[in-house]
């Protein structure tokens, strides 16, 4: 069996989809696409993806058995400079946790609160 990577597929679970959609659109300035769920219990909207290439693919989840958190597991969104996303987050509705910060030879991050409560990371390297 060959090498992969650890993540394949993300979801972040969210209480209002289209509120979810405008805050992660506005803050990435990327447009998410609908993405049909194959169990056809879930709403999804998926964020840009070649599952091609390095990285994982992911989508914005409705679902009657999940629901979004502070706590839990925070994706990282790679991103050209953090302060970008970083000054786009309060007009989009969420909070800025800890800004823009060193990681040393990994780059920098910012880390956010969404529209839904859900704790995301913004990565760069510069």
Same mark, same amino acid.
């Given at each position: 069996?060959?090498?992969?990577?650890?993540? /394949?597929?993300?979801? +972040?679970?969210?209480?209002?989809?289209?509120?979810?959609?405008?805050?992660?659109?506005?803050?990435?300035?990327?447009?998410?696409?609908?993405?049909?769920?194959?169990?056809?219990?879930?709403?999804?909207?998926?964020?840009?993806?070649?599952?091609?290439?390095?990285?994982?693919?992911?989508? #914005?989840?409705?679902?009657?058995?999940?629901?979004?958190?502070?706590?839990?597991?925070?994706?990282?969104?790679?991103?050209?400079?953090?302060?970008?996303?970083?000054?786009?987050?309060?007009?989009?509705?969420?909070?800025? +946790?800890?800004?823009?910060?060193?990681?040393?030879?990994?780059?920098?991050?910012? #880390?956010?609160?969404?529209?839904? /409560?859900?704790?995301?990371?913004?990565?760069?390297?510069?």
């Amino acid at each position: 069996m060959s090498k992969m990577n650890a993540v /394949g597929w993300f979801d +972040i679970y969210v209480d209002d989809l289209d509120r979810a959609v405008a805050f992660y659109e506005t803050v990435l300035g990327q447009t998410l696409e609908k993405m049909d769920d194959p169990t056809g219990q879930s709403q999804m909207m998926s964020f840009p993806a070649d599952m091609g290439a390095y990285g994982a693919g992911g989508a #914005l989840t409705k679902a009657e058995y999940a629901s979004p958190g502070v706590g839990g597991t925070i994706v990282y969104f790679m991103v050209e400079d953090t302060a970008v996303q970083e000054a786009r987050v309060g007009e989009a509705g969420g909070v800025v +946790i800890r800004p823009k910060f060193s990681i040393g030879e990994f780059g920098w991050i910012s #880390l956010c609160q969404d529209t839904e /409560g859900n704790m995301v990371g913004f990565n760069s390297m510069k």
